[in-house]
C-alpha cells in the first residue's frame, strides 16, 4: 500500500521556521523525484520545491528561494523540506508529491497545514 504522509505543519509567526517531513512507503522510493507542493483556497497547486533521486539537482519557485530548503534521506524513506524566514503569503497546506523518474506517475500525501500568523 503506497503511503505518503506528511508531518510537521501548525502555526508559526512571521519570520519563524518549520520543518516538514513525508514519509514514503510501499513503492520504491530511490526510483522517485520527490517534490514539495503548496495550495490556499481557491488557487492551483503550486510547486515549492524538487530534489532528484540522488539529491544532487534541486528547484525551488522564486518566492520561497533563499529561505525554504528541500532535502531527502533515501535510507529512510523521507523528504523534507526546511522552511525559514516564513511570511504571511507562506500560509497553505502543503503536499509531497513522488513521481517516478521515467514516466509522469505520480503518488501525493494527504497536506499539512502551515498557517503564518501574527
Known amino acids: 500500500q503506497v503511503q505518503l504522509v506528511e508531518s510537521g505543519g501548525g502555526w508559526v509567526q512571521p519570520g519563524g521556521s518549520l520543518r516538514l517531513s513525508c514519509a514514503a512507503s510501499?513503492?520504491?522510493?530511490?526510483?522517485?523525484?520527490m517534490s514539495w507542493y503548496r495550495q490556499t483556497p481557491g488557487k492551483e497547486r503550486e510547486l515549492v520545491a524538487t530534489m532528484s533521486i540522488s539529491g544532487s539537482s534541486t528547484n525551488y519557485a522564486d518566492s520561497v528561494k533563499g529561505r525554504f530548503t528541500i532535502s531527502r534521506d533515501n535510507a529512510q524513506n523521507t523528504v523534507y523540506l526546511q522552511m525559514n524566514s516564513l511570511k504571511l503569503e507562506d500560509t497553505a497546506v502543503y503536499y509531497c508529491?513522488?513521481?517516478?523518474?521515467?514516466?509522469?506517475?505520480?503518488?501525493w500525501g494527504q497536506g499539512t497545514q502551515v498557517t503564518v500568523s501574527s
Open positions: 508529491k513522488a513521481r517516478f523518474q521515467w514516466t509522469n506517475d505520480a503518488y
Open positions: 510501499g513503492f520504491a522510493f530511490n526510483n522517485y523525484i
